[in-house]
């Protein structure tokens, strides 16, 4: 195995890595933001009477994370090698080979969407996404390299976000993250309120 294939290996490694991580974070996300909601719903609070609030923008609790993770791009390579590709994936996922399992009518579609618009680093992916290796090509790498450094992004983003910090924070922190949002609305916690 010579020095390229073992770096795209290890690239294709590296971003089915990221895209679990990616998952778990967003599960975790979806469960602080479940609490957030809720905790702050039970809070009993009030209009700030005579205080301007902050000119920020309020922050956001949710923290979506998008399905498609990068931002699709025609690659370097040729049409023998998308072509080469399309098939390695439309062998696994055609719904005439597949009984209609849904999940693999779904890559197929997505792939053959792909195909027809030449998207190189689409079919990149649906293939990480089936266990295929891309070609062993200066390309392959690079956008294996680009989407390794987008997922890390990603997961980057969510360490910004308010429900990170919820996720992160003692039970007396949690407290001033909600006080926080609620000023930022121009609101603020009723005096009895603990």
Wanted: with cysteine; net charge negative.
């Amino acid at each position: 195995m010579g020095k390229a294939s073992r770096r795209k290996k290890s690239l294709a490694l590296k971003v089915q890595h990221l895209r679990l991580e990616i998952e778990d974070r967003e599960e975790e996300m979806r469960a602080a933001e479940e609490e957030f909601l809720k905790v702050l719903s039970s809070v009993e609070c009030e209009d700030l009477q005579g205080v301007s609030s902050p000119s920020a923008p309020a922050p956001s609790i949710r923290c979506d994370l998008p399905d498609e993770v990068f931002e699709p791009e025609r690659g370097p390579e040729g049409p023998e090698e998308m072509k080469s590709l399309w098939r390695a994936i439309a062998v696994l996922t055609h719904p005439d080979k597949t009984g209609g399992d849904p999940e693999k009518d779904d890559l197929y579609k997505r792939a053959n969407d792909a195909w027809k618009k030449g998207e190189y680093s689409k079919l990149v992916q649906i293939a990480l996404e089936l266990g295929i290796e891309p070609p062993d090509t200066e390309g392959s790498i690079a956008l294996l390299e680009g989407m390794t450094r987008d997922l890390e992004e990603k997961l980057k983003e969510t360490e910004k976000s308010v429900l990170w910090e919820w996720c992160q924070a003692s039970p007396d922190d949690k407290k001033r993250i909600i006080d926080l949002y609620l000023m930022s609305k121009g609101k603020r916690r009723k005096r009895n309120d603990p």
